[in-house]
């Protein structure tokens, strides 16, 4: 195509885009002609079925006629009586109906007992007898089918109404239709033009045609229409017919009742459409004509306004392709026109190539001072992409790092929340199981003893765990981090020993932090420990404070933090062990010295107080581990501790309801309680608790878990606070979700696993306290 193009004129290109702008037009009425054609023949269609209607209507009328003809005669005295004299009046009664060529009255062994048919014999044949006998047993108005012509009489179509006689024999009354009226009756209807009106028997037989009556009468349908004869509804169908022309009939079948016959109309489609075609092909002829003239009149337009100012243009062209630049296009079209404005146009683009071919020379002469100017534009830029990609490399591997160690805390987390349900039962059978024993049972104490040293230990790693998945249960106060580094000094230097040197540099004036106070001691520990593997020739250990105001934070808010910084002598890292020391189980020590959760929990505890942990170290020259923690509003409290004695004055056989799912930690917790002279009711889910505190109210305390299916802790004490605003809670998780404050106050949690001391400890102080004092700390629980 675009060859096609390339050898064709412009003149050409025009006719042909006259002639491609006419195709949709030309289509448009084609598609329009062919609807009205296709709109016509169902015109038609729906014309012909009506027509067929009406004329089923009329032959329902003839039927309903024959029939109140039959009941008449049924009402003769001599024809009920089966008196022969009954002929007479039959006589009398067929010469006012010319619509029928005879009536007839026959009794049911075939008998004839009247009969207006002169050549009608006193018997019927055996054939007649049998569908006689078969009418009379069916009963009702029957339409029966076409009998030819006979000397006497001509063709007819008889209709049937068997009846009792006075002695209660059956008879038929038989009404023969005259065809020969029928056919005349139908010349008079009032039809269509150019339509043929056609009726059968249900075998097909004509009874009745116009035109042609009687060239028809007698013979077959069409084979065409012989399947609608008997078909189930009335329709319409394109047939063809005796002459062999295709009509559009409209039929009302057989089978409908009561007429028994088949009635059609058909309409000759070339007459009834040959006004539409007429007008189709003037149409045709009209669009033929116009597109013609348009192309002619493309023609002499294209060469006056389009061939001659593109010739002008192409000698333009064709000067400055030589090298011409000064040649101008000479047209007299007005400057607004199309080609005007082309010419104008390439007149100015010629002009312009000349200015920039002068424009060129002169920039040669230039050229090396630009280009050493550009590459050192060039130079700088790189240098700066290449450190902006070095930045970003930095910055997408702390991202990856992060999203790392997020997706180890989540499996951690999830881990320590189940093994601490299985601490705590475990933890408690260990200290009921001792507590039992009999004197005497040294070997077996101290086994006991052993593992339930073992089960603190894993206590303390799901604590660890949890401390890295940043799910701990944080305490954070605001805390003076000089005072926790003093106290620890002294700690450290028994733990560490003597080959290790501790000092200290602590800054005046250092802000609070806001953090939990158990945990940072914690921390501290961690990282002196590890600071003392890294130098196991010995060295020096320092601990300093600072205050770091952050105004770009990278990874933290900008605002201000409190730092605690350890630093060592040792053997060092290397990046490769940096990326991976916050990694929980990670560590380079031998098997059985180290858990390698350490740095894990001290990153985690940074992470939960919102802050952060930093190393920097090079092999040979030691480590300086940085502990970042936001600054507190407001000054460090003291923490004031309970009196023992108090708590354990609160003592007494209160009524305790546990709640837990865990049927193992559940049953273990209440024998915890019953050991400590408490009266358990244990119940596996909060439904089962409120359905127990509805139908007893004299508990004291409740002890849930926090985690359940369906209902958890914290929305069955909200539900429990508006039933019991009296009753104690204490809530047991081993996830440690809770943050102090939320859900439930803090003093009212308690952390899986715990032994029986610990347990006991808890339900004293909150039994100790007033149940005014232990309402408001649920509160809590119920406005969350």
């Not at 394109?238 to 089978?255: E, H, L, N, Q």
């Not at 733990?495 to 921390?523: C, F, H, K, N, Y």
Request: with cysteine; aromatic share 4%; proline share 4%.
């Amino acid at each position: 195509m675009g060859k096609l193009f390339g050898r064709t004129s412009l003149l050409t290109r025009l006719v042909i885009l006259v002639f491609v702008a006419i195709v949709p037009a030309v289509a448009v009425m084609a598609y329009t002609q062919h609807n009205l054609r296709d709109g016509g023949e169902h015109r038609i269609a729906d014309e012909a079925l009506r027509q067929a209607e009406l004329l089923n209507a009329d032959m329902a009328n003839v039927a309903e006629g024959a029939r109140q003809l039959s009941l008449a005669i049924t009402h003769f005295a001599t024809v009920r009586e089966g008196d022969s004299a009954c002929g007479t009046q039959l006589a009398e009664l067929r010469s006012e109906l010319p619509s029928y060529a005879a009536l007839s009255v026959i009794a049911a062994e075939g008998r004839v007992i009247c009969s207006t048919d002169k050549g009608a014999g006193s018997v019927v044949n055996a054939t007649a007898a049998a569908q006689i006998r078969d009418l009379i047993r069916r009963g009702g108005f029957d339409v029966g089918t076409y009998i030819p012509a006979t000397p006497t009489r001509g063709a007819i179509v008889p209709f049937f109404l068997p009846f009792a006689q006075n002695s209660g024999k059956p008879a038929l009354v038989i009404v023969d239709l005259s065809l020969d009226w029928l056919g005349a009756h139908l010349g008079e209807l009032k039809r269509p033009a150019n339509s043929t009106i056609g009726i059968a028997d249900r075998n097909g037989v004509t009874v009745a045609r116009f035109p042609d009556h009687d060239k028809f009468l007698g013979k077959l349908f069409p084979l065409a229409v012989r399947p609608y004869i008997n078909a189930a509804t009335r329709g319409n169908a394109v047939v063809t017919g005796y002459d062999g022309k295709d009509r559009m009939i409209g039929f009302v079948p057989a089978s409908e009742a009561p007429v028994g016959l088949f009635v059609s109309i058909g309409m000759y489609l070339p007459d009834m459409l040959a006004d539409l075609d007429r007008v189709t092909l003037q149409g045709t002829l009209l669009m033929i004509t116009g597109a013609l003239i348009s192309l002619l009149l493309a023609l002499a337009v294209g060469q006056h306004f389009v061939r001659r100012p593109t010739e002008v243009l192409l000698a333009a062209a064709r000067r400055w392709t030589s090298g011409d630049l000064t040649a101008r296009a000479q047209l007299t079209e007005a400057p607004g026109s199309e080609f005007g404005s082309l010419a104008a146009a390439f007149n100015d683009m010629a002009g312009a190539l000349g200015r920039q071919q002068r424009e060129l020379q002169e920039l040669n002469a230039t050229l090396e001072a630009r280009v050493q100017s550009r590459t050192q534009d060039l130079t700088e830029s790189g240098n700066r992409l290449q450190v902006e990609m070095a930045e970003r490399e930095k910055t997408e591997a702390t991202l990856r790092q992060a999203q790392k160690l997020q997706a180890v805390g989540q499996l951690a987390g999830g881990i320590a929340h189940d093994f601490n349900n299985l601490l705590t039962a475990i933890v408690g059978a260990l200290e009921l199981l001792r507590a039992r024993l009999p004197t005497g049972q040294e070997g077996l104490v101290r086994l006991l003893d052993t593992a339930l040293g073992t089960a603190e230990r894993g206590g303390k790693l799901t604590g660890q765990l949890l401390a890295f998945s940043r799910r701990q249960q944080l305490l954070p106060v605001p805390s003076d981090l000089n005072v926790t580094v003093i106290a620890l000094s002294h700690l450290l230097g028994s733990t560490l020993g003597r080959s290790i040197r501790i000092q200290t540099d602590l800054v005046q004036d250092l802000w609070p932090a806001m953090v939990d106070p158990s945990q940072i001691e914690a921390a501290i520990i961690n990282l002196a420990i590890n600071a003392r593997d890294a130098m196991p020739e010995g060295g020096v250990l320092t601990i300093a404070t600072r205050n770091v105001p952050l105004r770009i934070g990278g990874s933290l808010l900008p605002g201000d933090y409190a730092a605690v910084r350890v630093a060592d002598t040792g053997t060092g890292m290397t990046p490769e062990l940096i990326a991976r020391a916050f990694e929980p189980f990670f560590t380079t020590k031998e098997p059985g010295l180290g858990s390698g959760l350490g740095l894990s929990q001290v990153h985690g505890l940074a992470a939960q107080s919102g802050g952060d942990v930093r190393i920097e170290s090079k092999p040979g020259k030691g480590t300086t581990v940085t502990l970042l923690l936001p600054r507190a509003k407001s000054l460090p409290i003291a923490v004031q501790s309970d009196a023992g004695s108090t708590l354990q004055a609160t003592r007494r056989r209160a009524r305790i309801l546990v709640v837990d799912d865990d049927c193992d930690v559940r049953q273990m917790i209440g024998e915890m309680l019953t050991e400590s002279g408490y009266s358990v009711e244990l119940a596996a889910a909060a439904d089962e608790a409120l359905a127990i505190l509805q139908r007893d109210g004299g508990f004291d305390a409740m002890l849930v878990d926090y985690v359940m299916p369906g209902t958890n802790g914290a929305s069955l004490v909200k539900i429990v606070r508006s039933l019991r605003p009296g009753l104690r809670i204490l809530m047991m998780t081993g996830l440690a979700e809770l943050q102090a404050g939320e859900e439930i106050g803090t003093e009212n949690i308690i952390r899986k696993p715990f032994n029986v001391a610990t347990l006991d400890e808890r339900l004293a102080r909150i039994l100790a306290r007033p149940i005014l004092q232990a309402v408001q700390g649920g509160v809590r629980a119920g406005a969350a």
